[in-house]
């Protein structure tokens, strides 16, 4: 198995157990598991992959990442009850998946010759958008657009390292460990430590 | 006109009407009608069409797609005031369509040679993602979102039993017919008789 | 440089002002002005060479758009305070962009070889979809399903007068700058004069 594929079967299961968790906390059905856990798995790849017309889409080549979002999505639907708090297991598995997504993104931009640019584009919109549609069809607020958090820069600026690693060092396992830990590790501080960037303030009432 | 097509029509066509009924409920102008309709008709198989590589996108190629689903929305926007209740129509079109949509993303998925996993996705996205498009851009909640009715099912095992029949019968009609009737029988079971998955309960308070 | 690349970068330049201001008022951090501005920016124009298609999208080749909508975004980042009034600068800013845009996508099609039917819709999707998620991402009533005004429309209108133009004109000059105007005139004219086309009735309350 090649790199991007590891890092897709990886960020896969991780994001469709948050799927799970969250069709479980609307309340859905088995087939509403099944959905939610499928779309945000594949959704942010589906995505890198139209934008960079790879041919075909990972998981139409290779129907095995169906089976394994299906199943994360089964795992949970059978033991969600057991945790105490499903939204914070969501909130911290959420961090894993992104992270993990990011380095799959730019993984995959790489392996088509993409420019660093696009690079990094890839792995923020890999990353970002498989959870804003599971939260979106979920009616959530999207974690991704919280305000006062790190999300989308937490996935540039771990992307960018992870790019930067691929480039600069021989190593091409050092670069995606780089990525994911970075981009971790900055979700993880806005989460426990409040860390943000200044917002944008007008002098003027909102106009 | 091939099977793939023929289905292509009539779900182009019955998808526009619903669209066109939903603009009635907006109150939309005749450009709205046109939208609406248009995008209800072609969304989900545009997805498919995209997800499959298929080049180039059914209605891109042969823009007769387009003319049918405008005489559609056309047709609602000069009778729509003559229907008694135009939800209940809208409701029951919206099963009729789903029904020969998910039979034309299978039809598309197998004439391309997809696995028999992808055919039935291709089967739910082309049937479900016209009708949640045109819901959202109307403003109202999506049918396909609806807790506690079957319909994202109802398309799933519709297309598992058309693409069963693809594969084990002789007949390719008759599997198209079968994945037809299933798929209706289940949404109108949950519309008139309250059909239902049992849906997740947590233990404890939504956390 | 060709037309059609002229006019992306005039529309992604423009609209990425727009994702700005928008951004400032929903008070987002620089990254989250870089999101918004680039998402509207390049959505319309990727959605059309999804749509048609093209490989690479428009972005992907050649990411220096990327580079000319950062550079917006940033300026309003920068700048934005100094506006009298926000709300007002941005109407205006998307008219002026929608416009430009609508043209974009008419070329872009019509250098691919579609046909007019589909030259005028990629016309209206360029247009049009880059301020429906700027507004959908920032929480804003999009703009483009505001009832009541001349949105989809003025770009329909537009669109068709800029491929009769092309068709039946020998200067592609003309054609675009007939597109532009026309587009900007429907549109300005309803933001002034509240121009508008009559909407669908019905005799009975909304069922």
Redesign the interface.
Same mark, same amino acid.
């Given at each position: 198995m090649t790199p991007p594929q590891l890092l897709d079967f990886a960020s896969v299961f991780v994001f469709a157990l948050t799927g799970g968790l969250t069709?479980?906390? *609307?309340?859905?059905?088995?087939?509403?598991?099944l #959905?939610v856990g499928?779309l945000t798995a594949v959704g942010g790849g589906?995505a890198r992959d $139209?934008?960079?017309?790879r041919?075909? /889409?990972f998981w /139409?080549g290779d129907?095995i990442y169906?089976?394994v979002a299906s199943l994360a999505a089964l795992l949970v #639907?059978l033991g *969600?009850?057991r945790l105490?708090? %499903?939204?914070r297991v969501l909130l911290w598995l959420d961090a894993l998946a992104l992270s993990v997504a990011v380095s799959a993104g730019i993984s995959a931009a790489v392996s088509v010759g993409?420019?660093w $640019?696009?690079a990094v584009?890839m792995g923020v919109v890999t990353g970002c958008l498989g959870g804003l549609l599971r939260d979106v $069809?979920c009616?959530e607020v999207p974690l991704v657009?919280k305000?006062g958090e790190l999300y989308?820069?937490a996935a *540039?600026v771990g992307a960018a390292t992870g790019v930067a690693g691929l480039t600069f060092l021989d190593n091409e396992l050092a670069a995606f460990l780089a990525c994911v830990v970075v981009t971790f590790c900055l979700r993880a501080g806005s989460l426990v430590f409040g860390w %943000?960037?200044?917002?944008? =303030?007008?002098?003027?009432p =909102?106009?």
């Open positions: 069709a479980s906390r *609307a309340q859905l059905d088995i087939v509403g598991f #959905f499928c589906t $139209v934008l960079l017309s041919d075909p /889409v /139409v129907p169906i089976g #639907f *969600a009850h105490e708090s %499903r939204y993409a420019s $640019v696009i584009i $069809v009616n657009l305000q989308v820069t *540039a %943000r960037l200044p917002t944008y =303030k007008s002098r003027q =909102k106009a």
